[in-house]
């Protein structure tokens, strides 16, 4: 018996007799034609995740905050709204459900 699980891609055990191991890593293996990803990968996978989708949402944040920038210019007075707006849109990262919930501001008309 190994010290190891196989598992599918569902995270569903395979049976060791079922499976012809040619290669072997705490992270993965290699089973018949395909490599199994184990908890470790899922953890780096999470992960990962993670900072993708906190790219992602980011990288929206700012275009919507550049979208705004020649309401800044030096000859233009933004109004409060606009002020308020940008903050809020500063602080999306600070949310509680960052970076898979957020409740984004609305621009002002």
Not at 16 to 22: D, G
Not at 28 to 48: L, P, Q, R
Request: charged share 25%; net charge negative.
């Amino acid at each position: 018996m190994s010290n190891y699980q196989l598992l599918t891609a569902e995270g569903d055990v395979i049976e060791e007799s079922l499976a012809e191991i040619v290669y072997d890593e705490p992270q993965h293996c290699w089973v018949g034609t395909g490599w199994i990803v184990t908890d470790v990968d899922k953890e780096f996978t999470a992960k990962a995740s993670q900072q993708f989708q906190s790219d992602t949402m980011r990288f929206e944040r700012n275009k919507l905050l550049a979208d705004t920038d020649w309401r800044f210019r030096s000859d233009l007075t933004p109004s409060q709204e606009w002020k308020d707006y940008c903050q809020a849109l500063r602080d999306v990262p600070t949310q509680a459900g960052f970076p898979w919930t957020i409740v984004w501001p609305t621009k002002p008309e």
